[in-house]
Every structure is written in structure tokens, then in C-alpha cells.
């Protein structure tokens, strides 16, 4: 899988969507750091993530942004996304290939060099690891050292997604020691400081 290495952000939705956030989305796309969104949303109806899934989706589409479903498979395939990512609880890799066909998949692997070489061989497209800071975006029991990064870059050319408390002030350290991409959602949606256009920009 190909990217931007301009564009590092993986980009994660907030837990609410309202009115507002499509035009928020769409001025953060536009300073084009974000080759990745995933829409998590835990407490909606599957009707109304389908409505909501669209609208970004286009959006996504306009910005030429992937377009991928957090933990849903079957949502994944409804919206037609570009990709669905799985944690350990998740359905298996190989069911979801199944189901989606030739899509992105990517896989949690928290701070286990075992569940990275599992994810590997599976052929997962991307390998996200974290929490690396604290966050309260969720509740994280894992948190890797800074140099899981390195030892997975030895076993593989999988680009490979830091996670957890990522911020203007710690997201270069990541970057220098070999993520590709930046899972970030807090820093964003709820900074109390920046707008979510301004805490993008100041990722350069």
C-alpha cells in the first residue's frame, strides 16, 4: 500500500457527529495531512451511521481521503468504504476479506510483537500500535515503548500506525522512529485550545 509521506495523519472521527462536524472535516482535508479517516461511532444506530458513513464518505472521496469503518465489517460493505479496521475482538481477518473483498484492512496490535507477525501473515495492509501517550479518547491498557516501532519496521514494509494521546508537541518522535501514520482524533475534535483546522496545521 502507497502513501503520502506528506500526509501522515490517520484520522479517527469524534464519538458524536452533529451538523457541524462535516464542515469541520472538510477544512481539516483540505491543508491535505489526512490520507486516512475512520469512522468510529459506538453508540449509534446502524441506520444512522449508514446516513452519517455517506455524507463522509463523499466528503472523503472529494479530498481523495481513504474512507475506512472502525470494528464493522458489515457497515464496511453497506457504505462500500475502502477498508475496515479490526481489533483483537474483532471478526478475523480472513472472514472479513471474504466479505469485503479486496479492500484495506488494518489490525490492532497494541504492544505485541506476536499479534504483528499474526497480523502479517494474514496479510494485513497496515499494523496500528498504541496507546503510546495517555488519551482519553478510550480506556487503554496497553502502551507500547517507543521502540516496538523499530523492531517491526526489521520484520516488515507494512506501514505501521502509532495510537494514543498524539499531539502537536510528541507526533514528530513517533515519525523518527518509523510510524508511518498517526491515529489521531482527541487533538483534533476536542482540543480545548484550536479550532480543528488549527491543530491540523501545526502538524507540519
Known sequence: MRFNKKKFV???????IDKTFYQHLENVLMYKKVSFFQLRLKNEKFSRKIIIGKKIKLICKRFKVKFLINDDVY??????????????????INKAKKLIGNKIIGITCHNSIKLAKVAINNKADYLAFGAFYP?????????PPLAILKKVRKLTNIPIVAIGGINSENYKKLLLNKANLLAISGY????KKLKPFEAIKKLK
Not at 10 to 16: A, F, G, V
Not at 188 to 191: D, G, S
Open 10 to 16: 490517520y484520522l479517527i472521527s469524534p464519538l458524536k
Open 135 to 143: 488519551t482519553n479518547t478510550k480506556k487503554t491498557k496497553y502502551r
Open 75 to 92: 457497515l464496511a460493505k453497506k457504505l462500500k468504504a475502502d477498508g475496515c479496521h479490526l481489533g483483537q475482538n474483532d471478526m478475523g
Open 188 to 191: 483534533v475534535w476536542n482540543n
